[in-house]
T-cell receptor, first 113, second 112 residues
Framework: QQQVKQSPQSLIVQKGGISIINCAYENTAFDYFPWYQQFPGKGPALLIAIRPDVSEKKEGRFTISFNKSAKQFSLHIMDSQPGDSATYFCAAGEYNQGGKLIFGQGTELSVKP | DVKVTQSSRYLVKRTGEKVFLECVQDMDHENMFWYRQDPGLGLRLIYFSYDVKMKEKGDIPEGYSVSREKKERFSLILESASTNQTSMYLC???????????FGPGTRLTVT
């Protein structure tokens, strides 16, 4: 029940296209859903996060869509650029659980010029 | 600029050796975490600490222990390294009232 399932494992997108990564969770107590971006040789860094009281959050070219009833959330990268090539992790957590996050399996995104 | 540093970027150890991985954060964060990252498995929590000398097991604590004697430092210990502990190890920290975690660059450990 604590798992977060992420798909696809890898994704190749042409420059200017839309990248979509999906995550699903089981634990309805989760109330924080971040996405982390990791470049080779670096640790993951927070990209964007959403709380379940909204269905969408947008920051620049990055958008999280959240479907509470389906227990799913997704990351959309509009106008994908080669510089977006990285590994993306979704995660889920609860504010009253000491900061613990459960991470998805990761998606390796490659944006071709 | 916030910073989490890890003592080594690459480490090669032999089976049975005792291994210490060190992590230091300069943000005065209360929470600290150790993860291992493996392809296709994502980040899996080994141990975390929410205060000095306090620790809790994560999802995969077997074969590992931790130590937190000072607020800024969190150590991961492999008592007797095994080949299945070859992995990327990531340290992170966060505020007690926040969920955003700040990660170090990772230590790639190879056990031969």
């Amino acid at each position: 029940q604590q798992q977060v399932k992420q798909s696809p494992q890898s994704l190749i997108v042409q420059k200017g296209g839309i990248s979509i990564i999906n995550c699903a969770y089981e634990n309805t107590a989760f109330d924080y859903f971040p996405w982390y971006q990791q470049f080779p040789g670096k640790g993951p860094a927070l990209l964007i996060a959403i709380r379940p009281d909204v269905s969408e959050k947008k920051e620049g070219r990055f958008t999280i869509s959240f479907n509470k009833s389906a227990k799913q959330f997704s990351l959309h990268i509009m106008d994908s650029q080669p510089g977006d090539s990285a590994t993306y992790f979704c995660a889920a957590g609860e504010y009253n659980q000491g900061g613990k996050l459960i991470f998805g399996q990761g998606t390796e995104l490659s944006v071709k010029p | 600029d916030v910073k989490v540093t890890q003592s080594s970027r690459y480490l090669v150890k032999r089976t049975g050796e005792k291994v210490f991985l060190e992590c230091v954060q300069d943000m005065d964060h209360e929470n600290m975490f150790w993860y291992r990252q493996d392809p296709g498995l994502g980040l899996r929590l080994i141990y975390f600490s929410y205060d000095v000398k306090m620790k809790e097991k994560g999802d995969i604590p077997e074969g590992y222990s931790v130590s937190r004697e000072k607020k800024e430092r969190f150590s991961l210990i492999l008592e007797s390294a095994s080949t299945n502990q070859t992995s990327m190890y990531l340290c992170a920290s966060s505020r007690v009232d926040g969920l955003e975690q700040y990660f170090g660059p990772g230590t790639r450990l190879t056990v031969t």
